[in-house]
């Protein structure tokens, strides 16, 4: 991944020192635009450095997604139930460069990065967890006591700071047009997420090691979490050139 980075940078670098590029205004344009695809819906800016590399920076967010299911657990030999709820939601600033390597194509390629928060699922227990005092879960070697409302608080965390590299079709800048389109694909690299739990005794929240679980159902869904290192970015973007 870091080598497609540097690829870019450099053809970047190349095409900001053609000659071509030597008789343009850098920033002579500006264009808003707003977009949907697989990082939900969001808007952005884009202005042109030179006519083969355009700057773009926006913001872009995922609609809250909810699911209920409910779990079982076992105190002092009696089986339990309880009902769970999880929420998954993703909300990033971006700030993203297209090249295009030929003056009269719209095809380009495109590297940057995305920044948000890094909690990708939150999920709890709707349902009071009943345990003696003293009493608690163990969650991934992790020993928890429910809070004072019986309540354990789980979630997936990836990193907040996410490359992306991509390609598309597409110019966000005309001199001809009030209105642009875009397409693009391409992934972006959020790192191996982590499953951590909330502890009341560490004050803080602990990493859940799937090698310490014995349930094969949540040892296996972790493992699936944590394989998922990259979140492919598919959208449609429509701009208005402003000037």
């Known amino acids: 991944m870091k080598k497609v980075l540097y690829l870019i940078g450099f053809v970047a670098a190349t095409l900001l020192t053609s000659p071509a590029s030597a008789q343009e205004k850098i920033f002579d344009h500006l264009a808003i635009g707003a977009e949907v695809g697989t990082t939900g819906w969001g808007f952005e800016v884009a202005a042109p450095l030179t006519h083969y590399v ?7 967010t995922f ?19 309880v009902d769970i709820t999880g929420r998954i939601r993703m909300s990033d600033y971006k700030f993203l460069a297209d090249i295009y390597p030929f003056k009269n194509s719209s095809f380009h390629v495109t590297g940057g ?8 699922a939150k999920i709890y227990n709707t349902g009071v967890i009943e345990v003696d005092p003293g009493e608690g879960l163990e969650i991934g070697g992790v020993f928890i006591h429910p809070d004072n409302e019986g309540l ?14 991509g390609l598309g079709f597409g110019r966000p800048i005309s001199s ?11 992934v972006m690299f959020w790192g191996k997420p982590a499953v951590k739990v909330y ?21 296996d869904a972790i493992k699936t ?6 979140y492919p970015v598919l959208n449609f973007r429509i701009y208005y050139n402003i000037f």
Do not use: C, M
Not at 178 to 183: V, W
């Open 54 to 60: 355009t700057l773009r920076t926006g913001f872009t």
């Open 63 to 81: 609609p809250r997604i909810s699911f209920n299911t409910d779990v079982d657990y076992t105190t002092k030999g009696t089986e339990k139930n």
């Open 113 to 120: 990065f995305y920044a948000g928060i890094p909690d990708l």
């Open 152 to 165: 354990v608080n789980l979630k997936v965390q990836t990193k907040s700071f996410k490359p992306y590299v």
């Open 176 to 186: 001809k047009h009030k209105i642009g389109t875009a397409f693009d694909l391409g």
């Open 199 to 219: 502890s009341p005794d560490e004050e803080g929240w602990v990493k859940v090691d799937r090698n310490d679980v014995d349930d094969e159902d949540f040892h």
């Open 225 to 230: 979490i944590e394989g998922i290192g990259i």
